[in-house]
């Protein structure tokens, strides 16, 4: 059983709920969510998004983002994104192995339109964690950097290069990858693009 509801007679503000139910031989089960974004401007967006779920009383989880969008409506040159995430999970499975994750994520994008060809993305991404399973306290932390040039070939072709940074145990263990991309715009508003690591983030498993 689910039902939801959103509010959009507003022009400066969207609301969304939702609640589901679910009886299920595993156990029940309940699913809540909820979400709001503000228009401070018309360049700036508030934004707010919940999630928290329960499964026979043997799984909690819960996810709550904050954020804030910036977009040049005029000019389209810069555009930002930063966003803060927390995340619950608590395990109790009868007879199995307990944990307990509680983990603070943040995250920022930016976007700048250097030349009306050639578009530059970075991003920064921070989790900090606290991890106890079965009784063993770990503290998976992980910081991850990012940059991204697309260059326009023509109308419907573009060709991106991508680097990536990644750490994780307070910078004791570091990653690199670069990466290339190949676009092409299908239709307004549609782009499809293949790519490929050239070195970094393998698994050899």
């Given at each position: ?57 043997q ?50 994008h930016?976007?700048?339109r ?10 920064y ?47 004791g ?33």
């Amino acid at each position: 059983v689910t039902g939801g509801l959103e509010y959009t007679a507003n022009p400066l503000w969207r609301g969304t709920a939702r609640l589901e139910f679910r009886d299920a031989t595993g156990g029940d089960s309940w699913l809540g969510t909820l979400g709001y974004a503000r228009k401070v401007s018309r360049d700036v967006t508030l934004l707010g998004r919940t999630l928290y779920s329960v499964v026979a009383e043997q799984e909690t989880r819960s996810r709550t983002q904050f954020g804030v969008a910036f977009r040049q409506t005029d000019t389209d040159t810069w555009n930002a994104l930063a966003r803060y995430e927390f995340r619950y999970e608590d395990l109790q499975p009868t007879g199995g192995i307990t944990s307990l994750l509680q983990a603070h994520i943040f995250s920022g994008h930016l976007n700048v339109r250097l030349r009306p060809d050639f578009v530059l993305t970075g991003q920064y991404a921070a989790k900090i964690a606290t991890d106890e399973t079965d009784g063993v306290e770990t503290r998976p932390n992980a910081h991850l950097l990012g940059l991204r040039g697309l260059l326009d070939i023509d109308s419907r072709w573009d060709a991106g290069l991508i680097t990536r940074l990644l750490t994780s145990g307070d910078f004791g263990n570091q990653e690199f990858g670069l990466g290339a991309e190949v676009g092409r715009r299908m239709a307004t508003n549609l782009r499809m693009a293949v790519g490929a690591n050239l070195l970094g983030f393998r698994d050899d498993g």
